[in-house]
């Protein structure tokens, strides 16, 4: 299934310091309209995709349940990407009505010393508030964003999830994108470290876990289970240009949000058009990797994050310099 994630708003009533959308109080001017959204939504309907609807905070959207709902009768499955500070009994009502399929809430960590470092006074009450308002209306997801600071809180942070009743716990490696910096990445070693500890984990977890801009964790599974217990898990080479796509709140397509090539605009092409015959679109399918990616054992099955690549050369098909692995 073709997911999209599209950035529907610059505006965020927080101000994450790792903000990969470097969102503001105010919704960016250039901002697509109703009209030309719902028009999005009529060119990709046919592709029967999944939309995450993000942002910033896509509940600031004032036309974010129009948007979800007409996704949504039109056969596309719709998931919203929140902060959950604004997820109010009344706007999980709405949530349900707009047929919204699952909601995701990021947790910076399993306590408000940890969460409320990135995100600000207050941020991780108001959360778990969302969260207990969605609980037995609204699937929900946690999401984490891993950076040296919560490297320790991850175990806690699963924990809770399941506390909670999340359907899924997906991680997030940091990429050096809009407020995220370089110094907030783990080390490789770390990376591996932790992806190993999850892989080991998902042996006795009931929890759906997937790990993201971390492709790495292909080869960790390989390495630590075994091939029956591997069966059924999430973990793959990077999506970005193949299966996964991102738009922009100005309508850029791009590979990833973290991925800043611009592809196309679908104020000026049709999405199916960009989708399947832009030349980085082309690139990334081709998977005519460089450097120790493009000659690696795990090349298939991992292929490195392009996304982190660009951050660090400028090329997305260099090596990710986030990566432990010396079987070259």
């Given amino acids: 299934m073709l997911i999209i994630a599209w950035e529907v708003t610059a505006a965020c009533n927080l101000s994450c310091e790792y903000c990969r959308a470097s969102a503001s109080a105010s919704p960016d001017e250039a901002e697509l309209s109703t009209e030309v959204a719902l028009d999005f939504i009529d060119q990709v309907a046919p592709l029967k995709p999944m939309i995450i609807l993000s942002g910033g905070e896509p509940l600031l959207r004032p036309d974010i349940f129009d948007l979800a709902k007409y996704a949504a009768d039109r056969g596309v499955r719709v998931s919203l990407a929140s902060n959950g500070t604004l997820i109010t009994p009344e706007i999980v009502e709405r949530i ?90 783990v080390t490789p070693e770390e990376q591996d470290e932790v992806l190993r500890w999850v892989a080991g984990e998902c042996r006795n977890r009931q929890i759906e876990v997937k790990v993201t801009c971390a492709p790495q964790y292909g080869r960790v599974v390989r390495e630590v289970l075994t091939e029956a ?36 605009n679908v104020r000026m092409e049709s999405f199916p058009e960009i989708w399947e015959s832009s030349p980085v679109f082309l690139d990334l399918r081709k998977r005519e990797l460089l450097g120790r990616c493009g000659g690696c054992d795990y090349r298939e099955v991992c292929g490195g994050c392009r996304a982190r690549a660009y951050a660090k050369t400028g090329d997305y098909l260099e090596s990710d310099p986030l990566c432990s692995y010396g079987g070259v």
């Fill in 96 to 185: 349900k009505r707009a047929g919204i399929m699952r909601v995701s809430i990021s947790l910076d960590g399993p306590s408000p010393e940890t969460h409320e470092a990135t995100r600000g006074p207050g941020s991780f009450d108001l959360a778990m508030r969302g969260i207990g308002n969605l609980r037995g209306k609204v699937d929900f997801q946690i999401n984490m964003t891993i950076t040296k600071e919560n490297l320790d809180e991850v175990c806690g942070t699963m924990d809770l999830a399941e506390r909670l009743g999340a359907v899924a716990f997906h991680l997030f490696f940091l990429v050096p994108t809009g407020r995220g910096s370089e110094d907030e990445l």
């Fill in 229 to 264: 217990e591997r069966k059924g898990m999430m973990g793959s080479a990077c999506l970005a240009g193949t299966s996964f796509v991102f738009v922009s709140r100005t309508g850029d397509v791009c590979p990833c949000g973290y991925l800043p090539v611009v592809a196309g």
